[in-house]
């Protein structure tokens, strides 16, 4: 069977490298891909929004399954696109419909989701330009710090951490009122701040069972200390210490369940991943956030983590037989430290040729911005590679990774020295 995967990261060179591992697999497409996804597969360069393009590919190269790696293909509605063509309809796609893509498309719509079904999350209201001054209003009865999001897609950066009542006030007004995150930020959630550490959670459902991947925990910020700007992630930890059985277990039972059946009950089929990030609160768990895909750079560590072939656990979503479904995950713990251009998360260049990657040999090299020019490999994008190790603990995997990054060069190079600080 050939299979096509949608996205150009880090988290779809990890999906390429678990599945090529797969005897079901004959050939493997990425569109577009990177410098790490051409070793192994076949890079196409179209852009995988343009619907035409890929239904041309999967057409031209037989395939026979959808992988979607990014949200914005799946909030545009690329699987209601399959269902709705006559020469794609019986190709499965992993990833949900359009309507199930709105729990991320959307901060309001999945708030109101995991309220109605009695899902745990914060207080929040949303608010519009329309009602500015309500905004302000509910601003004044939460304890500081405050927080912003975005409804709409961001890439990741459209939620704001704020300590003072006058800054969150004049934020709020500049996301609302001048579009600070564009279209995305015409309408804002404002929730109270969960206080506890976060972690995300990984399920994959066939609309009727799921299974519950390995938990990690990334790291946002571009400052070491999780100090500065939201990135699109620095590094990620799996499993995560204190994500114990027990904890788990109320994961699923006040989280994962309410969140499958409630999909369920509101006729919403989805097939695919859910990513929960969730805040660890005294032991109880807390919903922050839906996304309808892998994290990245989480993927890079739940991936490598499971030992079984993926591609059987995507044909279970596929025929709706996940429940008869099984795979196992190794008990070492896996890190991933992002490289990252200069500049980013704000300005940064691209085309810087990249060295000594090819020379790892104690961990994985992900690539996630990068490309081939004049048969070299270059950076582009802020986020280069992810770099992934496996150790019988947090410090021998970080250690490897880090010993792995001194061997790595490209101009202005950056990266957190301090990933799983938190958890040592």
Same mark, same amino acid.
């Given at each position: 069977?050939?299979?096509?995967?949608?996205?150009? &990261?880090?988290?779809?060179?990890?999906?390429?490298?678990?599945?090529? /591992?797969? #005897?079901?697999?004959?050939?493997?497409?990425?569109?577009?891909?990177?410098? &790490?996804?051409?070793?192994?597969?076949?890079?196409?360069?179209?852009?995988?929004?343009?619907?035409?393009?890929?239904?041309?590919?999967?057409?031209?190269? =037989?395939?026979?399954?959808?992988?979607? &790696?990014?949200?914005?293909?799946?909030?545009?509605?690329?699987?209601?696109?399959?269902?709705?063509?006559?020469?794609?309809?019986?190709?499965?796609?992993?990833? *949900?419909?359009?309507?199930?893509?709105?729990?991320?498309?959307?901060?309001?719509?999945?708030?109101?989701?995991?309220?109605?079904?009695?899902? *745990?999350?914060?207080?929040?209201?949303?608010?519009?330009? /329309?009602?500015?001054?309500?905004?302000?209003?509910? $601003?004044?009865?939460?304890?500081?710090?405050?927080?912003?999001?975005?409804?709409?897609?961001?890439?990741?950066?459209?939620? $704001?951490?704020?300590?003072?009542?006058?800054?969150?006030?004049?934020?709020?007004?500049?996301?609302?009122?001048?579009?600070?995150?564009?279209?995305?930020?015409?309408?804002?959630?404002?929730?109270?701040?969960?206080?506890?550490?976060?972690?995300?959670?990984?399920?994959?459902?066939? &609309?009727?069972?799921?299974?519950?991947?390995?938990?990690? #925990? =990334?790291?946002?910020?571009?400052?070491?200390?999780?100090?500065?700007?939201?990135?699109?992630?620095?590094?990620?930890?799996?499993?995560?210490?204190?994500?114990?059985?027990?904890?788990?277990?109320?994961?699923?039972?006040?989280?994962?369940? *309410?969140?499958? /059946?409630?999909?369920?009950?509101?006729?919403?089929?989805?097939?695919?991943?859910?990513?929960?990030?969730?805040?660890?609160?005294?032991?109880?768990?807390?919903?922050?956030?839906?996304?309808?895909?892998?994290?990245?750079?989480?993927?890079?560590?739940?991936? *490598?983590?499971?030992?079984?072939?993926?591609?059987?656990?995507?044909?279970?979503?596929?025929?709706?037989? $996940?429940?008869?479904?099984?795979?196992?995950?190794?008990?070492?713990?896996?890190?991933?430290?992002?490289?990252?251009?200069?500049?980013?998360?704000?300005?940064?260049?691209?085309?810087?040729?990249?060295?000594?990657?090819?020379?790892?040999?104690?961990?994985?090299?992900?690539?996630?911005?990068?490309?081939?020019? =004049?048969?070299?490999?270059?950076?582009?994008?802020?986020?280069?590679?992810?770099?992934?190790?496996?150790?019988?603990?947090?410090?021998?995997?970080?250690?490897?990774?880090?010993?792995?990054?001194?061997?790595?060069?490209? =101009?202005?190079?950056?990266?957190?020295?301090?990933?799983?600080?938190?958890?040592?």
């Amino acid at each position: 069977m050939n299979v096509l995967i949608l996205g150009s &990261g880090g988290r779809e060179h990890a999906f390429t490298l678990k599945l090529s /591992e797969s #005897k079901k697999i004959n050939q493997l497409f990425v569109a577009p891909g990177n410098a &790490g996804t051409a070793k192994i597969a076949n890079n196409v360069h179209i852009n995988p929004t343009d619907f035409n393009a890929v239904k041309q590919t999967v057409l031209d190269n =037989d395939i026979k399954m959808v992988v979607v &790696g990014p949200e914005a293909p799946l909030v545009a509605g690329v699987h209601d696109f399959f269902l709705a063509d006559d020469a794609l309809k019986n190709i499965p796609v992993i990833g *949900p419909k359009k309507d199930g893509a709105t729990l991320e498309g959307s901060k309001d719509f999945s708030k109101q989701f995991m309220q109605k079904h009695g899902v *745990p999350t914060a207080k929040y209201q949303s608010f519009t330009k /329309e009602n500015l001054a309500e905004g302000f209003a509910f $601003l004044e009865t939460l304890e500081p710090p405050y927080v912003l999001k975005a409804d709409g897609l961001a890439a990741g950066k459209g939620v $704001l951490i704020l300590n003072s009542l006058e800054e969150a006030k004049a934020e709020l007004k500049e996301m609302v009122s001048n579009q600070k995150f564009g279209e995305a930020s015409s309408t804002v959630v404002i929730e109270e701040f969960l206080i506890g550490i976060e972690l995300s959670v990984f399920v994959l459902t066939d &609309g009727k069972n799921y299974k519950i991947l390995p938990s990690a #925990k =990334d790291y946002k910020r571009i400052g070491e200390g999780d100090t500065g700007l939201n990135t699109g992630g620095m590094g990620a930890i799996s499993p995560v210490p204190f994500a114990d059985d027990a904890f788990l277990n109320k994961v699923e039972e006040l989280v994962v369940k *309410p969140t499958i /059946e409630g999909l369920r009950k509101d006729g919403i089929d989805y097939r695919g991943f859910i990513f929960i990030g969730l805040m660890n609160d005294n032991g109880n768990p807390s919903v922050v956030e839906y996304n309808v895909r892998m994290g990245d750079p989480e993927t890079e560590v739940v991936l *490598p983590r499971i030992e079984s072939d993926l591609f059987d656990l995507f044909e279970g979503v596929a025929n709706q037989t $996940l429940d008869e479904k099984s795979f196992s995950v190794t008990s070492k713990t896996a890190t991933t430290v992002m490289l990252v251009a200069g500049g980013y998360p704000e300005a940064y260049e691209k085309g810087k040729e990249i060295s000594g990657f090819d020379t790892i040999d104690e961990s994985i090299v992900f690539h996630a911005g990068t490309t081939i020019k =004049d048969d070299k490999v270059v950076t582009n994008g802020g986020r280069v590679m992810a770099i992934s190790s496996f150790g019988e603990t947090i410090e021998e995997a970080l250690e490897k990774s880090y010993k792995s990054i001194d061997k790595i060069h490209f =101009d202005k190079m950056n990266y957190r020295k301090d990933i799983g600080f938190d958890l040592l």
